[in-house]
């Protein structure tokens, strides 16, 4: 009978408004309103060398290592630099509620995963269903359907799969046991991307943000964030979204 029940609550599909509606209510009930995180951003060598020129500094082979802050602004304010202690140079990407620039160079999978970052993470609303339908708007312009929701696995738990369930398919993962996003699938330039969001029990970020996101462009990684602490009282005053 134990392991009926059990068979039960894991076939248990919730549908996608209530997903939502958690994963944001989430987001809102987080005490942080401004953050900055540090850590290390790993290139792939497939576009290490292009990074590397661009940011004038060296590279010879495997990954290209960087420094990495991301800064964030709730809501919907959040920028992310890529930087070398051999240069002066930096690499940047900001997202302001919708409106996106780069400055310092181009990386698509930097730019897709802050895109993704911002959009799913940076919500903060008084109002009841504001935040919620902020990640209904983003998953519409990705061309998520919202009527399917599914199981699927992810770092060793189970998600919540919202979105067509083809592989090839546009889907927001949410991780069912937190209901922080897990990951996401969509088609940019005519690729496939994957974003991962990766390990929200870490004592540097806790639920404020995922310890590890890596950018899969195909089947390939392009880009690793791993996050080594992070600041939930940070002076952003000086940053430029």
């Not at 990074?51 to 495997?62: K, N, P």
């Not at 997202?95 to 620039?101: D, I, S, T």
Request: aromatic share 8%; proline share 3%; charged share 25%.
């Amino acid at each position: 009978m134990r392991a009926v029940v059990l068979g039960l609550v894991l076939a248990y599909i919730m549908p996608t408004y209530s997903v939502l509606k958690r994963l944001a209510t989430g987001r809102d009930e987080l005490t942080v309103t401004a953050l900055k995180v540090e850590g290390l951003g790993a290139v792939a060598p497939v576009i290490a060398k292009d990074v590397a020129d661009q940011l004038g500094t060296s590279w010879t082979s495997g990954e290209l290592t960087l420094t990495a802050v991301v800064s964030m602004r709730f809501p919907g304010r959040c920028r992310l630099d890529l930087s070398s202690p051999e240069s002066t140079r930096t690499m940047s990407f900001v997202w302001n509620n919708g409106k996106k620039r780069q400055e310092g160079g181009e990386l698509p999978a930097a730019a897709i995963a802050l895109d993704e970052l911002c959009s799913l993470l940076a919500l903060r609303s008084g109002t009841d269903g504001e935040s919620r339908a902020a990640v209904e708007k983003h998953l519409a312009a990705l061309k998520v359907n919202m009527r399917d929701t599914s199981l699927g696995r992810f770092a060793g738990t189970v998600a919540f799969v919202v979105g067509d369930r083809a592989e090839t398919s546009p889907q927001l993962w949410v991780y069912k046991d937190r209901f922080q996003p897990a990951r996401v699938r969509l088609t940019e330039g005519g690729a496939q991307w994957d974003v991962r969001f990766i390990d929200y029990t870490s004592q540097a970020t806790g639920d404020w943000f995922p310890r590890i996101v890596e950018v899969y462009k195909g089947n390939e990684q392009l880009l690793r964030l791993t996050v080594l602490n992070a600041d939930g009282h940070a002076e952003l005053n000086d940053v430029k979204f």
